[in-house]
């Protein structure tokens, strides 16, 4: 893929998906995954693309209010462990744990007793981790802890996945700089617009598209 064509790739993922929109639904996936296991916190992990750590992109319950956009290795502790090995583990007694980062968890304020998580893997590539932590016994006897935080996983790899290609897209274009800026401004005119001027202005994007087409061949 040429320059050229990576910029127009980048502006369409970014007109198809808003992030915004992806890190509600990642904020709620660890809300309910919080409620069904009665636990004291949940949150997500995203790999972050530039320098490989792992960042909190949602968390609900204990930390939610400043520990999302902080990041540590992915190399240590359960969460690297889990994205590492690709497999879901949980540890009933952290206490006893070599996996156990305790330094990590003590320095974002809260230090569970016990933990679930699992890998969020979309086509094959490992984007993140869903942790549970103390999760109350009652709920993990009631139900299959595993098939239920594969199904939040499921849902959380593919919001994950559009969230890191918007980044990406959002990185090109400021890379672009001026040369791709009344793109970028046309883009979000026609994504602020009311139904009739979007539509308008689709109708003079293909033309312009035909005529600019017509004119290489």
């Given at each position: 893929m040429n320059a050229n064509s990576e910029i127009v790739a980048a502006v369409s993922t970014a007109v198809v998906g808003a992030d915004h929109d992806h890190r509600v639904l990642l904020q709620s996936i660890v809300d309910t995954a919080r409620v069904i296991f009665g636990a004291s916190a949940s949150s997500i992990f995203l790999v972050n693309e530039e320098h490989g750590d792992l960042v909190f992109e949602a968390v609900s319950g204990e930390g939610e209010s400043f520990l999302v956009?902080?990041?540590?290795?992915?190399?240590?502790?359960?969460a690297g462990w889990v994205l590492n090995a690709r497999d879901a583990l949980i540890v009933d007694d952290l206490s006893t744990s070599t996996v156990f980062a305790r330094d990590i968890a003590e320095s974002t304020a809260y230090v569970p007793r016990a933990l679930m998580a699992v890998p969020l893997i979309h086509e094959d590539e490992a984007l993140g981790v869903l942790?549970?932590?103390?999760?109350?016994?009652?709920?993990?006897?009631?139900?299959?802890?595993?098939?239920?935080?594969?199904?939040?996983a499921s849902q959380a790899s593919v919001a994950l996945r559009i969230v890191q290609?918007?980044?990406?897209?959002?990185?090109?274009?400021?890379?672009?700089?001026?040369?791709?800026?009344?793109l970028v401004s046309i883009v979000s005119a026609l994504a602020d617009g009311d139904n009739g001027r979007r539509q308008a202005g689709l109708r003079l994007i293909r033309s312009l598209h035909e005529l600019l087409v017509d004119n290489k061949s």
């Open positions: 956009g902080r990041r540590f290795p992915a190399t240590r502790g359960i942790e549970v932590l103390d999760p109350e016994p009652w709920a993990r006897s009631a139900i299959d802890e595993l098939t239920v935080l594969t199904l939040f290609r918007n980044r990406h897209a959002r990185r090109v274009l400021d890379d672009a700089g001026a040369e791709f800026g009344d």
